[in-house]
């Protein structure tokens, strides 16, 4: 525990250095393109959310696995076939993928833009696909080898690589210098990564191709890989693009303020948990055996969740118009309804969180797609009346139907109970949340006023041991403490 405990810290560092340059980035598209065009880079990200998973097939997974695998029985010859399926798969279908992206750039644009004058921005944009699918493919093969060290180093210098060239492509060619950026940056980080990867392969030629034995596994991983997350990319697309049609591009990138907030916060709690939960469900015998770790999981997902996120909320009237501007304000009525759906989808997945380390694909993906068809039909459904906020509105209910389906399964065939303590654990943050969306804090008083009610919840929710262990632990930090 204590390793994976410190690989996860490593992991963290260069995730952290990921968020802080994506909120530069996200200032700096904010102060010079304003929302029209942090919506048009919304877009285009959101294709390429589409794009480079199908690019690679979605095997990152399967990589992972079977390099893993491969290395605990030594065998060099099934890792060099692994990294040639993966190389192959990323080039060749990614590079599939950019021509005909570029061949029906018109078209792509009249779908997410409405307007085919923007086929410039896809036809570069299309450029990145490959170079990314390969990056992301071999991001996996360095997880495979458990370089730990260099996936955070990489991590790191994308990301300050990514704010030196954000600046001057930005503010000489505007829209255009920052869609290019995508392209640059795609590159730079398959070129780095590839380098990385170098000292944990064997010398000698790099094959290429795909081997039969490969494919059932590879595509096994892949398939339920793709279906969920195209459950989450395709409703997003969709739904942007409807957003545009009838909203306008600044209502979009108003929108973006939420969804990118939301996205690195929930990626940091998200993925930090599971990746010290999964090994651990994955070792017990029987799925109930799973309940144990999924309760400590839940505490800890909703405590990270909650403290966080209502803290962003109570603060937004600061940190809106500073990481963004004045004309992001809209964005703040949005943020507590948002952040609500985001206590859900912590829910959902600490709930589910046993699925796939248990090897039970099939309901993980099934939830994933009711999700997406939640979304989407709530957001249609809203929209005439709502606008804007019908979006965050459809995000809370396609998630709270997502949590309720995975709180009955994990009921059902894992034994799993919350337990009185997360019970409350739950029921306090749930309040402290709709209590943010019917009174948010506006002005400095207000605000005071919330960081009251923040605390107080914290001393209701958090036992006495966990202060204890809290305490503790930052004694070793303060001066003169003894190095355990």
């Not at 204590?2 to 996200?26: D, E, F, N, P």
């Not at 780095?192 to 991983?221: C, E, F, K, N, Q």
Request: proline content about 5%; hydrophobic content about 55%; aromatic content about 10%.
């Amino acid at each position: 525990m204590r390793r994976l405990a410190r690989s996860t810290a490593i992991l963290g560092l260069g995730s952290i250095a990921a968020v802080i340059a994506a909120i530069i980035r996200a200032k700096i598209l904010a102060a010079w393109l304003g929302p029209e065009g942090t919506g048009i880079l919304a877009q285009l990200s959101t294709l390429s959310a589409v794009l480079v998973p199908l690019a690679t097939l979605g095997v990152g997974s399967g990589i992972v696995t079977m390099i893993a695998d491969a290395r605990a029985r030594a065998d060099v010859a099934r890792i060099q076939r692994v990294e040639a399926a993966g190389r192959t798969i990323a080039w060749g279908i990614g590079g599939v993928l950019a021509l005909a992206s570029i061949v029906l750039a018109p078209w792509l644009a009249t779908l997410i833009y409405r307007d085919p004058a923007f086929a410039w921005a896809v036809m570069l944009g299309a450029v990145a696909v490959p170079f990314s699918a390969v990056a992301s493919v071999r991001i996996s093969m360095l997880q495979g080898h458990e370089a730990v060290r260099s996936n955070a180093l990489l991590t790191t210098t994308i990301a300050l690589i990514g704010i030196a060239t954000i600046v001057p492509l930005a503010w000489f060619f505007r829209v255009e210098g920052a869609v290019a950026q995508l392209v640059v940056i795609a590159a730079i980080w398959a070129w780095i990564a590839g380098r990385m990867l170098r000292p944990h392969t064997s010398v000698g030629p790099r094959p290429w191709g795909i081997d039969r034995d490969l494919w059932r596994p590879l595509i096994r991983y892949g398939g339920a890989s793709l279906l969920v997350g195209f459950s989450s990319t395709v409703t997003l697309l969709v739904i942007r693009s409807i957003l545009v049609e009838r909203l306008g591009l600044s209502a979009n990138g108003i929108y973006q303020v939420c969804i990118g907030v939301s996205s690195m916060v929930m990626a940091l709690v998200l993925n930090s948990i599971t990746a010290n939960v999964w090994p651990e469900i994955a070792g017990k015998p029987r799925d109930e055996d799973a309940a144990d770790p999924m309760r400590n999981a839940v505490r800890l997902g909703f405590l990270a969740t909650t403290a966080t996120l209502t803290a962003l909320v109570i603060g937004s009237p600061l940190w809106v118009p500073l990481l963004y501007s004045d004309k992001f304000v809209p964005a703040l009525e949005l943020l507590p309804i948002q952040f609500l759906g985001d206590f859900f989808r912590c829910a959902a997945w600490m709930f589910g969180i046993w699925l796939v380390p248990r090897n039970r694909l099939r309901p993980w993906v099934l939830f994933d797609m009711v999700y997406g068809a939640a979304m989407i039909v709530g957001f249609l459904m809203l929209e005439p009346r709502f606008g804007l906020k019908s979006v965050v509105i459809a995000y809370v209910f396609a998630h709270a139907t997502h949590m309720v389906l995975h709180y009955v399964l994990a009921r059902r065939r894992a034994n799993f109970r919350l337990g009185p303590a997360n019970r409350r654990l739950a029921l306090a943050s749930f309040a402290l949340f709709l209590g943010l969306v019917a009174w948010r804090p506006q002005t400095l008083p207000q605000m005071g006023l919330g960081i009251a009610v923040w605390i107080a919840w914290l001393l209701l929710v958090v036992r006495k041991h966990e202060w204890q262990g809290l305490w503790r632990r930052a004694r070793r930090f303060l001066p003169g403490a003894q190095a355990p």
